[in-house]
């Protein structure tokens, strides 16, 4: 350089003498030959209004971990309750005198609830952040199962479906968060086991929900003791509930004080004045790897939301009176997927292929879905079990990987909004297929019902296959890399060339 103050050159555009540089997007070149040919890496620094670059220092904070933890345990509370009905139908079935389809209703309103509110839900994310989100879930959750300890008795079956409804909006506030969670806390290399583990705890408490509910409510025939069965389980929920929400309000926090990765530090640049919801969604909504992954994710999602719903159904249908194996058996498949979403999250994190590892899950629950739908029948118990843990490890451990798929190719859109309309096309698909394959197994039996999921997962899974896979935030993390080995050289007395250019 020929002074201590004198600029680096301009190049690649006529900036020079432009008295409002500082205000413009800089683009770092790191040139190399290839090929007697220049290879340029580019990285988008954006500038705040004093000319500072807002490239900052990224650190990982222990805390990150509870976090993570803590989000895992109130979703776990709040998904035991949406199989907490259907898995023990038919004992409800006679409590409440009602019908099974009805009972079918107190998991489906699960799905029914998600689909109006999930945009206003999203955009309060959006607006408001991870705390405030955490402290309206766990408080919907903890007032749902209060309401439902008052339920317990045979013609108050209106009020324990105005527990569930509460319970089922406080899960609006829940599913999207886990790749929020993971992208606000977690580094580059961690993200995809950090949303495992916070989809994790969904799937734990879905199997929990198979396990617990047919040990607690045995199938008694004196409708007091019954009720008191009833009432033991409601009153265990509300405790954990109403202990997870304090812990929400003491210790919860919205985001740490650095980012832990450069992509995040450039989203914190973003001032609310220049983020539009509204744009947003219509982003999204034009980006068409992004549409078939909705669309792919909402039959795989929603042919594992009809089999959990009716699992009870089908499994009494072949084996009367074993009501406990049908909690087990639900047991298996969410044990299988938990193990599934945490090998994927890390297979993810070191091999960074999303598209085939999305596609060989996708082609592999449909096969899953084939063997048990042909093996359900066959009369003996220990196959059912090994056959829905197969299917379970593929079908549930495709869950994050949806998540994380989908993060990728809509960066830098806010996680929590993709994962909103990813959720939300599971629940659509989930009621279709809870109720085409409940009329399906009434009239043609347990075989044809599943064999019409077979047909939606085959669909899917050639879907899935013309997905583009465009990385958008790995482009970003691996820019934000080139630009400090840039910067690091510039440190060393080289030049650093700027350009602007469209």
């Known amino acids: 350089m020929s002074g201590e103050n004198e600029k680096p050159s301009l190049v690649y555009g006529e900036i020079k003498d432009n008295p409002n540089v500082l205000d413009l997007e800089k683009i770092t070149i790191m040139k190399s030959a290839v090929d007697s040919e220049d290879v340029r890496m580019e990285h988008k620094i954006r500038l705040n209004q004093n000319g500072d670059d807002t490239n900052q220092t990224i650190k990982l904070y222990k805390r990150r971990w509870f976090i993570v933890l803590l989000f895992s345990s109130y979703s776990l509370c709040n998904s035991f309750q949406w199989i907490q009905y259907g898995i023990i139908n038919n004992i409800f079935m006679r409590f409440y005198g009602v019908e099974s389809f009805t009972i079918d209703w107190m998991s489906m309103i699960y799905m029914l609830t998600y689909i109006p509110f999930i945009f206003p839900v999203t955009w309060l994310l959006d607006k408001k952040g991870l705390r405030v989100i955490a402290l309206v879930a766990t408080a919907m959750n903890c007032a749902g199962t209060w309401i439902k300890v008052t339920s317990v008795r045979p013609n108050l079956f209106a009020v324990t ?17 886990p790749s929020k969670i993971a992208s606000v806390w977690f580094g580059s290399e961690e993200v995809s086991t950090a949303c495992s583990i916070g989809v994790f705890g969904n799937q734990l408490g879905i199997a929990i929900g198979f396990l617990v509910p047919p040990i607690l409510v045995p199938n008694v025939e004196d409708m007091d003791q019954l009720a008191y069965h009833i009432s033991i389980m409601f009153y265990i929920t509300a405790g954990v509930a109403t202990l997870l929400f304090l812990l929400v309000v003491m210790v919860f926090q919205e985001r740490p004080e650095l980012p832990p990765t450069q992509a995040q530090a450039t989203a914190r640049c973003i001032s609310p004045e220049q983020y539009s919801y509204t744009a947003s969604i219509l982003r999204l909504l034009r980006n068409k790897p992004f549409l078939l992954l909705i669309l792919t994710y909402g039959l795989n999602v929603g042919c594992f939301y009809a089999v959990g719903t009716l699992l009870n159904r089908m499994i009494i249908e072949h084996y009367p009176g074993e009501e406990l194996n049908a909690g087990r058996i639900g047991l298996t498949i969410i044990i299988a997927g938990m193990v599934g979403s945490l090998i994927c999250g890390i297979w993810l994190d070191r091999t960074k292929t999303y598209k085939q590892t999305t596609l060989t899950v996708y082609i592999m629950s449909f096969v899953g879905m084939l063997v048990y739908a042909f093996t359900l029948s066959l009369g003996h118990l220990w196959v059912v079990f090994l056959t829905a843990g197969a299917l379970g490890f593929f079908m549930t451990g495709y869950l994050p990987l949806g998540f994380e798929f989908g993060v990728e190719l809509t960066y830098p859109e806010c996680e929590g909004t993709s994962s909103g309309l990813l959720n939300c096309s599971a629940q659509v698909f989930g009621i279709m297929f809870t109720i085409c394959q409940g009329k399906i197994i009434d009239n043609y039996g347990t075989l044809a019902g599943n064999i019409f999921l077979c047909v939606f997962l085959f669909i899917g899974s ?27 050289n510039a440190g060393a007395g080289q030049d650093i060339l700027f350009v602007t250019h469209d």
Do not use: P
Not at 161 to 177: D, R, T
Not at 476 to 484: E, G, P, V, Y
């Open 161 to 177: 479906m105005l527990g569930q409804f509460c319970c089922s909006l406080a899960q609006v506030f829940i599913l999207g968060m």
């Open 462 to 488: 050639v879907l899935t296959g013309f997905i583009k896979s465009d990385l958008q935030r790995q482009k970003a993390n691996q820019l934000a890399k080139a630009a400090d080995d840039c910067r690091m």
